[in-house]
Structures are given as structure tokens and as C-alpha cells.
């Protein structure tokens, strides 16, 4: 059960944090965006650790949290472009779909998935192509990038659970420790820079801190449940990100489209009860 509430617990924290971070990135960089908010979680994550004190855990461990944190800035990155120029509604849905990755790895690893898995995968699959393909009033640029935001956070997912499994805080600091790094000298070289208007910095310093809170509680739940399980409720995040654009932004979606993002989020689920 606690591993079923961390894994919810991080979906909310996700999508309200990429809700934020996708409106932000309408204002300025995307990859500036990504760039400040890492850097918030890592400076806090950097401060606990430095007051528990806990021994650093094997090389392994800690190689695989930097990895884990790489593949999820790129995937991250590309959401927030997404998620900017395109309709967060369709876009958060599409990538979401990366929990289709450590639902595999965890098929292959032994894990047993029930019945509704076998449906839930193809539907997912087929809201998404749906999403893609489906007009209406709600833009599908920025679609591609959310198939490569999907890829990076479905690896990321696989990566950070076994990364966590001496110490669930120093994985996620070593998930920022590799991805603050990238993402600064991928924002200064481009020109994008880390300079944010004065109103728009503790917006996206909230977003890096639920981002991190995410991420602590996803490494926790996968210690405490099967990854197939909790990969796919963590990407249950569209729901509030989704929610948040309607409500906020006033988007809309035509009947084809929310069939789409209806069916991709129902086979979610059923990909859930079925790795249950």
C-alpha cells in the first residue's frame, strides 16, 4: 500500500511540476527552465545529505543514479520544449507512455503482470496514436518531442529504482549531479542562458523542488513495490498537468482527441492492475 501512495504521491508532484515548468517554458528557454529547477533539487538534496550524513553507497549504485539523471534531463528537456510549443493536453499523454519501458524490463526480470496488461498496453499505445493523428482545436506540434520525453523518462524510471537500492536520497542526488552539469553548459552554449525574469524565478524554483520530491518518492515507492507497478502509476502525471492546462490555460480538445488522451490514460491504469 505505501509503495501505491509514494507512486501516486510522485505522479502528483510531477504533473503539477510540469505543469509549471511547461508554462514557464513559454516565457523563455526551455532548456533554462529545466537548468534553474535541477539546480534548485540538487542544492537541497545536497543540503540533507549533508546533515544525515549517511555513508556514500557502492560506485554501482551511485553510477547508475548519474545515468538514470542524464536520460531524464534529456527527456525532461525535450517535455518542457514540448509542452511549450505544443498543447500540453496531447503532449503530457504521449510521453507518458514511457512507462511502457520498465514494464518491460520488469516482465523480463520476473516480475508477473495480470491480464489487464495485455490490454491496457495496446490501448495505451492506440490513445496515443490517436492523440497524434486525431484534429482538433488543440495544436499536435510538439508531439515528436514528446516520444523522445517518453524514451528518457522511461529510462530513467528503469535506471533510478535499482539505483536506490542502498539509499533512496543519495540516488537522486546523483541523478542531479549528472544532469545539473549537462543542462547548464547545453543552456549556455546554446545561448539560452540561466537568467529568469524576477517573477517568473520562484515558479520555476518550485517546479525543480517538486521535481525532486518526484523523483524521492519514486525512488522510494520502487523500493517497496515491483517497478513494473510504480513506473506506471509515477506516469499517471498527466492527469493533474492535463487538469491544470484546462482549468489555467483554458485549453479544449475535440472528441477525437480526448478519446485519444481518455484511452491513453485508461490503459495506463490497466497496465497498473495488471502489474499488480
Known sequence: MLAIVLGLGSSLSWGVADFLGGLASRRVGALTVVAVSQLAGLVVLAAILAVRREPVPPASDLGLGAAAGAVGAAGLAAFYRALAVGSMSLVAPVAALGAVIPVAVGVAGGDRLGPAT???????????????????????????????????????????????????????????????????????????????????????????????????????????????????????????????????????????????????????????????
Not at 156 to 171: G, K, N, R
Not at 180 to 189: F, K, N, R
Not at 190 to 197: C, I
Request: glycine share 10%.
Open 118 to 276: 495485455a490490454i491496457g498496453l495496446p490501448l495505451a499505445l492506440a490513445g496515443a496514436v490517436l492523440v497524434g493523428r486525431a484534429r482538433g482545436p488543440a495544436t499536435r506540434r510538439g508531439l515528436r518531442l514528446a516520444v523522445v520525453a517518453a524514451l528518457g523518462f522511461g529510462l530513467f524510471f528503469t535506471l533510478l529504482a535499482p539505483a536506490a537500492d542502498h539509499d533512496v536520497l543519495w540516488a537522486s542526488a546523483m541523478a542531479r549531479v549528472a544532469s545539473v552539469p549537462t543542462v547548464v553548459i547545453a543552456a549556455l552554449v546554446t545561448g539560452a542562458g540561466l537568467a529568469l525574469p524576477r517573477r517568473l524565478a520562484p515558479v520555476v524554483v518550485f517546479a525543480g523542488l517538486l521535481d525532486t520530491t518526484a523523483n524521492v518518492s519514486f525512488a522510494a515507492a520502487s523500493q517497496r513495490g515491483l517497478i513494473s507497478v510504480v513506473a506506471v502509476l509515477g506516469s499517471l502525471y498527466p492527469v493533474a498537468t492535463v487538469a491544470l492546462a484546462r482549468a489555467v490555460l483554458g485549453e479544449r480538445v475535440g472528441r477525437a482527441q480526448a478519446a485519444g488522451v481518455a484511452a491513453a490514460l485508461a490503459g495506463v491504469v490497466l497496465i497498473a492492475a495488471g502489474a499488480a
